[in-house]
């Protein structure tokens, strides 16, 4: 029987700073008003704000689903080293998406009620349908990045040399840092036992930015930290699968200290926005202001609680 807390945890992770940075409302309903709304007996607003917590897009939905059967493919790989043919991923992948739409079309009371075992996609959610180029989009996407991934640097590395250590994938890791528990979760992480290093490996569904390499400057550092393995010996990638291009760093101690640095000012910032630190329950809804950008809200799960005035 799930144990029923006032408040949620507080922790620390990319994604939640990068809420924080996009907008401070979105924050609030996201990290702390969406709690317990699972609970039958929630306040309205709790279940409203979960159930749009679940919402997601055709782009983010695309990337999850393609991350879970690479996730799939190496694990089947270390078993047996077999390697499914291209068709037979991009079917798999289609049709995860064909059942994402069918649910936001067919089941969306369903979905109302049970918003954790069925998708909803923010496009029908919101303008009713999904636009004929953004479809397109995704299936140009979809053939190019399994041939890539197949194709990639790391998954040939793994499939080609004896000496590979498989450490993990797609699992949930944490460290604390500044007494605050810090979640990471590294794509994919293997060790090569003839170079003597470790390759930690981020799969990039999109296009580049300069925020993924300091993303990777985290998972740097949790390996540094838990493993401890020296800076040197570690080697971060990223791999492009819309373009196919390949991406490889080595950091130094000033990097990590740049990630620390970035990581303290947004706790502090966070700090902002807690009224008791130690059950983390949060200011008034009010005080989270909302985005002066307001093209973000075009695209954003709560904006239905804003056009309320919530």
């Known amino acids: 029987m799930l144990q029923r807390k006032l408040y949620p945890e507080f922790s620390w992770s990319l994604s939640r700073h990068k809420t924080l940075m996009d907008c401070s ?6 990290y702390y008003f969406s709690h317990s709304g699972w609970f039958n007996d929630s306040p309205d607003l709790a279940k409203q704000t979960y159930r749009l917590k679940k919402i997601t897009n055709l782009p983010i939905l695309f990337g999850e689903v393609l991350h879970s059967i690479i996730e799939k493919v190496i694990k ?10 291209e068709e037979e991923l991009v079917s798999f992948i289609r049709k995860s ?10 089941h969306q009371e369903e979905w109302t009620q049970r918003p954790k075992y069925y ?7 919101y303008y009713g349908e999904l636009e004929e180029a953004d ?3 995704m299936e140009d996407r979809l053939a190019v990045c399994v041939k890539n991934f197949l194709a990639s640097k790391s998954f040939t590395d793994i499939t080609s040399k004896k000496e590979m250590q498989f450490v993990q994938s797609e699992e949930f890791r944490t460290l604390t840092l500044f007494g605050v528990k810090v979640f990471v979760v590294i794509d994919f992480l ?38 401890k393995v020296p800076l040197e010996k570690i080697e971060i990638r990223n791999e492009y699968l819309l373009t196919g291009n390949c991406q490889q760093y080595y950091l130094k101690e000033i990097d990590l200290q740049h990630v620390l640095q970035r990581m303290e000012m947004s706790l502090t910032e966070m700090g902002k926005y807690v009224l008791d630190e ?9 005080f989270f202001s909302k985005t002066e950008y307001t093209k973000k809200c075009l695209k954003c ?10």
């Open 25 to 30: 409302r979105k924050y609030g309903f996201h």
């Open 190 to 227: 293997y060790k090569d036992l003839k170079e003597d290093k470790w390759i930690i490996v981020d799969w990039k569904t999109g296009k580049e930015t300069m925020e993924d390499r300091n993303q990777l400057a985290l998972y740097a550092l949790y390996l540094k930290e838990k493993y």
């Open 119 to 125: 998708k909803m996609l923010h496009e029908i959610y």
């Open 76 to 85: 089947d790989y270390q078993q047996s080293a077999f390697i499914p043919a």
């Open 301 to 310: 799960n709560y904006k239905e609680l804003c056009e309320e005035g919530c």
């Open 97 to 106: 998406l064909n059942t994402a739409f069918i649910d936001s079309t067919r």
């Open 278 to 286: 130690d059950t983390n329950e949060p200011i008034d809804l009010e």
């Open 135 to 137: 479809i397109k989009e």
